[in-house]
């Protein structure tokens, strides 16, 4: 028995399905989780010491390929003078500066602790600012786990098929609307039967909670009309995209500014931190200067704002890793739609910049309907395959991959050498 099978039989025991998480649950893929003991670059090393080439990448955190000495001595210093203080400190007023001096849209931010927290606190901000109720997300779109945004979310909650999830009261996503990704008339005829009682409008501007589904050509700037033209708070639900398709995220890589904007993954560099931000005067009914309620024992927490702006600056000085990530996903992703060609297989393969995955169907994945046309159980075999010959994916079809700047021209060839017997061995 594996040391992972081994940890695995203990975990089950005292932890649900024995993981503090779903996505890292191996169970829609037929296996057991590895459990992992350390990481380093593009790599990452399980409890029986088998090393492989990582596309997890902590689900985005770790831009800069894993254990960055940079980040970890920022952490390291930090940590000296304390770990928390539940009172104000400069750590946090240097990240909102650094934020709000970094990217257009945000006037004012404040710091969670997850992205969950910062969705939930985006939405409650959108209320309270517009005095509606009604929200509109996107069917295959995932914001976290709160209540009012367990409806018709993608990954975890996809690949468990279940829609919704038990224990949410029915009241609590009464007010929450469903539309089409990619598909604008089924926003707007949500406007028109809901007219004045929309107080936001959430999307992630490239989803990666369905795999990975581009927004066409005007999408994004279709939802920004819309909600300008019907005073709707339009939140960009950037935790994979911010800092990812470029420094400025969705917002820079589209040219189009949100109401609100909500971060998490990369600003904590592999701390828990989320925030959400944007316009002055939404920001500011914000308690304790408004009275929208919120707040956090741990938030803006000392040691995590040092690990995050320390990832932060070295991304905005080295424009550089955006345009090697980018040349890496292009090898990487187009790679794989070269070999799916040269081994005749109708599947498709989706990606911008870093992030990328590929679906088992003959049919372009445009919407949440489309990626679940995906054959799961070959998206099985794949990971099993990969994982047995050293690439670590996210155990579900609807996971992204997250190249790093960490992934080298070695690692991408040693991934499509795999993939490429995957294909010769189906
Ligand atoms: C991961 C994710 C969240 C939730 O963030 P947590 O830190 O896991 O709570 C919200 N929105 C998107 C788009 C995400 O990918």
Known sequence: MSRSDELFERAVKVIPGGVNSPVRAYGSVGMTPRFIEGATGPYVVDADSKRYIDYISSWGPMIL????????????????????????????????????ENIPSIEMIRMVNSGT?????????????????KIVKFAGCYHG???????????????????????VPAGATQ???????????S?????EENEGQIAAVIVEPVAANMGVVLPKEGFLKGLRELCTKNGTVLIFDEVITGFRLAFGGAQERFGIEADLVTYGKIIGAGMPVGAFGGKREIMEVIAPVGHVYQAGTLSGNPVAMAAGLTQLKILKDHPEIYTNMSHMGD???????ELVKKYGKPWKVNHICSLGC???????????????????????????????HGVHLGPSQFEAMFLSNAHTEETTKETLDIFEGFLKAE
Not at 371 to 387: G, I, P, Q, V
Request: glycine share 8%.
């Open 65 to 100: 390929g894993h254990n960055n000495p940079e980040v970890r001595n920022a952490v390291i210093r930090k940590a000296e003078s304390g770990l928390s203080f539940g009172a104000a400190t400069e750590s946090e007023v240097e990240m909102a500066e650094f934020i709000c």
């Open 117 to 133: 927290e910062a969705v939930m606190s985006a939405i409650r901000a959108a209320r309270g600012y517009t005095g509606r109720n």
């Open 145 to 167: 786990h709160s209540d009012a945004l367990l409806v018709k979310a993608g990954s975890g909650v996809m690949t468990a098929g279940i829609p919704d999830s038990a224990g």
């Open 175 to 185: 007010d929450t609307l469903t539309a089409v990704y990619n598909n604008l008339e």
């Open 187 to 191: 926003v707007k005829m949500l406007f």
């Open 331 to 337: 090898k990487l992703y187009e790679g794989m739609k």
């Open 358 to 388: 590929i679906y088992f169907t003959d049919q372009d994945v445009e919407n949440y309907e489309d990626a679940k046309t995906s054959d799961t159980e070959e998206f099985a075999r794949y990971f099993r395959y990969m994982l047995e």
